[in-house]
């Protein structure tokens, strides 16, 4: 199986599937929740055929602040979400007091309702890309140490650094699907996605370097007729098996937690889906070609002078 022959398909589609999500990261970022940006969020039950109804008065009795309103329904009950500015509790008593007791008919209900500042949005915000930066820096390390005994001429940075690159491709494909779902469909991003992403680094970077550590041992063990590419391929065909296995029955697990799961796990396990299927691609079909195409190039360089 000549997977590593078509190394420079299988970058191109991977960058591909960046595109899109890149493309919209940019021009539009992502829908944030209050854990980010700050403010409240109270939740209503209302009777179905009286939402309209409802909104209108929502919005009127919230006109001190600026009011996004969304409708849902869950298990037959109609929910409206209405976030706001930040406000306090005894605020919003009163608010809840006034709707309920003008909305008896409508069987109006808060069912829920949280507040978070701005200051601690935006030091979940800051926090949030203090561990991602942190994460990154310490797998490269960790990798760089783990393959310092790689035969030469190549090199346990490269090795650290193909990891890397393959994981942030993961965690940008993840951002992309939700920037556009945010886009498209209202989908926001709280700091349990912070948590998907992590881990969906983590196991980017172990599934990848169950292949690297493949290609570290066959790299001493097969003839010296094998050249760098011959062996990498090797390596791929020897724990693609494993590698599928894997992460088929982590995706069936995610795949019942998404359909069977509570509403507000949905965004986490969606998330986590995404990036384990993208991590499996990538450290085989990303990861790997990078490092052959590295190595191919220093070899050349190094070569010529």
Do not use: C
């Not at 709707?99 to 200051?119: M, N, R």
């Amino acid at each position: 199986m000549e997977i590593i022959k078509y190394k420079y398909h299988f970058l191109i589609f991977s960058l591909v599937l960046l595109i899109p999500g890149i493309i919209f990261l940019a021009v539009f970022g992502l829908r944030l929740s209050i854990d980010f940006v700050g403010g409240s969020l109270a939740t209503y039950e209302v009777s179905e055929n009286s939402t309209q109804i409802v909104e209108e008065s929502i919005k009127k009795t919230y006109s001190e602040n600026s009011v996004e309103l969304e409708n849902f329904s869950i298990e037959g009950s109609n929910k409206l979400v209405v976030r706001t500015k930040p406000v306090d509790v005894n605020k919003n008593q009163e608010l809840k007091t006034l709707l309920e007791e003008k909305h008896k008919d409508q069987s109006l209900k808060q069912v829920a309702f949280e507040t978070v500042g701005p200051v601690v949005g935006r030091e979940t915000t800051q926090n949030a890309f203090v561990s991602l930066a942190w994460a990154s820096l310490g797998i490269l390390l960790y990798i760089a140490y783990a393959f310092r005994n790689v035969p030469k001429p190549f090199s346990s940075v490269r090795f650290g650094a193909a990891a890397i690159i393959a994981m942030l491709h993961d965690a940008v494909l993840v951002l992309g699907v939700f920037s556009i779902l945010g886009y498209f469909y209202g989908t926001e991003v709280d700091s349990l996605f912070i948590t998907a992403i992590l881990t969906v680094i983590g196991f980017s970077v172990h599934d990848t370097i169950v292949v690297f550590d493949r290609i570290r041992e066959n790299l001493s063990k097969l003839p010296s007729s094998f050249n760098f590419e011959s062996v990498v391929n090797f390596s791929i065909v020897e724990t693609l098996n494993r590698s599928l296995a894997t992460s088929f029955t982590v995706v069936l697990t995610l795949s019942s937690l998404y359909l069977l799961g509570g509403e507000s796990i949905k965004t986490f396990v969606f998330a986590m889906l995404i990036g384990i299927i993208s991590g499996t691609y990538s450290s085989i079909f990303t990861a790997s070609p990078i490092l052959v195409i590295w190595e191919d190039y220093v070899r050349k360089r190094s070569r010529n002078k």
